[in-house]
């Protein structure tokens, strides 16, 4: 058996053997359980569709007013863009920035990365540097957040309800459309199953990509790709031989840069979660929103936003709040340390839970947003001139810069880590 048999686990690193799947299953690490890789049937085919149907629908939504609110014959409407344009007008432009490439820009680099790359395959033609798409597509992925857009939408449609009459707009429908087609694009499209389809139509065995490498090396005295001496590419999956006593190199199939860990992953995981924890004290003290009307002037905190919710008899929303606006950030930051803290002192405790622990951090932390968008979603709308107007705080860019910090966290931090520890000390 060679090496282009054999695939390493992103999350343990453990090496395994590639088994051929029927449709619909799913590959685990026999380790740590996490994904290795999918067999979806028909992938291509209903990712595409998918994806064509989410642009189009995307367009729409982009187009129409999201929602609108009436107050004594006077309409307010707002589109998504308009509504980070009013941010930007205010001298928010750090969460306009945010919203805009949370919302408009990486979702669209998704679909037409995923649009680019299957439209060619469909046909069995390769497109053009599919390498560097695809890696885009990696990195965009996470920040499209479009799913908690969608949950802020309905929050500060609650809060609108109480002081005017709510219109709501074709776009938010077009939104939870988008929405639903995405995640069933997500669920279809399976990068190593793209990468195998690559390789076939450039009629490529991927033993030629890799050397030969005795599969008792691996089996016996090298259980994982580090031990072993091989790179495994994040990107594309693919393993690889470095140069002699080299430490880094470039994938032979993607191009990307090759490393045994993540450089310098604790510290920077380490610069992150402080500079998210210095963050922290001022976005939930400091004012979220300020709001100016006939009646006075009113500051509102994220705290006060979940009162106002419960106090109104909409203690579900209040819940939902209360745990991605407050208790998930904390917990993430918590968890971060946790997971940190033990990989640099090389704790053997229970590694497959903390990479469950690691999972789950990841999985999370986009929905802090929530709260951004609320806020977004009312200042666009409660714009009245004397009768009331709503402007965002400084807690706000405080706490969307919480949020961007945890998952670059999440992100710089390699789980491999954790499991380095219960290698023998000789190694």
């Not at 939870?176 to 087609?181: E, H, I, K, R, S």
């Not at 693919?238 to 006593?245: C, E, Q, R, V």
């Not at 400091?286 to 100016?292: G, I, Y």
């Not at 009162?307 to 606006?325: D, E, K, N, Q, R």
Request: aromatic residues 8%; contains cysteine.
């Amino acid at each position: 058996m060679n090496a282009a048999r054999l695939i390493a686990c992103h999350e343990c690193d453990l090496l395994q053997r590639e088994t051929v799947l029927t449709g619909g299953a799913v590959a685990r690490c026999r380790r740590c359980g996490a994904t290795l890789y999918r067999s979806p049937p028909a992938s291509v085919d209903r990712a595409l569709a998918f994806t064509l149907a989410a642009m189009v629908l995307f367009a729409v939504a982009n187009a129409f007013p999201i929602v609108g609110l009436s107050v004594n014959g006077t309409l307010v409407e707002t589109t998504l863009f308009g509504a980070a344009r009013i941010l930007y007008d205010d001298g928010v432009w750090p969460l306009a920035g945010l919203v805009f490439v949370t919302t408009l820009l990486m979702p669209l680099l998704d679909m037409a990365a995923v649009t680019y790359v299957l439209l060619p395959l469909r046909s069995g033609h390769v497109p053009r540097r599919p390498d560097i798409v695809l890696r885009v597509l990696r990195r965009v992925t996470p920040w499209g957040m479009i799913e908690v857009l969608i949950l802020g939408m309905l929050v500060a449609l609650v809060k609108l309800a109480a002081i005017a009459t709510v219109v709501p707009g074709i776009a938010m429908l077009a939104f939870g459309a988008v929405m639903l087609l995405l995640a069933a694009a997500a669920a279809t499209f399976d990068h190593h199953d793209i990468w195998t389809r690559i390789d076939i139509a450039r009629s490529t065995v991927r033993a030629s990509v890799t050397p030969a490498t005795p599969v008792a090396q691996f089996s016996a005295s090298a259980p994982t790709a580090a031990r072993a001496g091989l790179f495994v590419c994040h990107d594309c999956g693919l393993l690889s031989k470095p140069a002699s006593h080299a430490h880094e190199g470039r994938c032979p199939r993607c191009g990307s840069h090759l490393h045994f860990r993540k450089p310098g992953s604790i510290a920077r995981t380490w610069a992150f979660v402080i500079a998210a924890v210095v963050l922290y004290i001022p976005a939930n003290m400091l004012p979220v929103m300020d709001t100016s009307s006939l009646f006075g002037a009113q500051t509102d905190t994220i705290l006060s936003g979940v009162v106002y919710l419960w106090t109104s008899g909409s203690w579900p929303l209040a819940a939902i709040v209360f745990i991605a606006s407050i208790a998930v950030p904390m917990l993430k930051i918590i968890a971060l340390v946790f997971l940190v803290l033990t990989a640099q002192l090389r704790w053997r405790w229970l590694p497959e839970r903390r990479t469950r622990i690691y999972r789950l951090v990841e999985l999370v932390g986009r929905w802090s947003m929530l709260d951004i968008y609320v806020i977004t979603i009312l200042v666009a709308l409660v714009q009245f001139n004397a009768l009331a107007t709503i402007k965002a705080g400084p807690g706000a860019i405080a706490f969307g810069a919480v949020v961007v910090l945890t998952m670059f966290a999440a992100m710089s931090f390699d789980p491999r880590l954790i499991w380095d520890a219960m290698e023998p000390d000789h190694e």
